[in-house]
Nanobody, 124 residues
Framework: QEQLVESGGGLVQAGGSLRLSCVAS????????MGWFRQAPGKEREFVAA????????YYADSVKGRFTIFRDNAKNTVYLQMNSLKPEDTAVYYC?????????????????WGQGTQVTVSS
C-alpha cells in the first residue's frame, strides 16, 4: 500500500525559496503520476503541479507557472516541488498525491493516495 510523507515546509519571506519533498513507500509508486495540491485557510484545495511517472511530462497551475518546478527521482521514491519567488498568497498546506493511471490530472478526486501535508507560510 502506498503511503506518502511530505516534508520541507516552513516559514519564508516573500521572494524566498523552499523545496518540498514527498517520499512514497511501495514499489508501485514508480509507475504512478504524481501531483501537488495546496489548501489555504478558508479556501478549497487547489491543484499546483503534476508529473508523469517517467518525469518527462509536467503540468502546472497558471498561478505557479514559471516559479515552481515539479520533478521526481524514482530511484529514491521521491517527488519534489521546488518553489521560487514565493508570494504571501502561496501560503497553504501542501499535499502530495499519487494516482493509479497513465495520464496527468489536475483533479484532486482522481488521485488515490494522499500525504498528510506540510505547512508553507510566506511572510510579506
Amino acid at each position: 500500500q502506498e503511503q506518502l510523507v511530505e516534508s520541507g515546509g516552513g516559514l519564508v519571506q516573500a521572494g524566498g525559496s523552499l523545496r518540498l519533498s514527498c517520499v512514497a513507500s511501495g514499489r508501485t509508486f514508480r509507475s504512478y503520476p504524481m501531483g501537488w495540491f495546496r489548501q489555504a485557510p478558508g479556501k478549497e484545495r487547489e491543484f499546483v503541479a503534476a508529473i508523469s511517472w517517467t518525469g518527462g511530462s509536467t503540468y502546472y497551475a497558471d498561478s505557479v507557472k514559471g516559479r515552481f518546478t515539479i520533478f521526481r527521482d524514482n530511484a529514491k521514491n521521491t517527488v519534489y516541488l521546488q518553489m521560487n519567488s514565493l508570494k504571501p498568497e502561496d501560503t497553504a498546506v501542501y499535499y502530495c498525491a499519487a494516482r493509479r493511471g497513465s495520464y496527468l490530472s489536475s483533479q484532486g478526486d482522481e488521485y488515490d493516495y494522499w500525504g498528510q501535508g506540510t505547512q508553507v507560510t510566506v511572510s510579506s
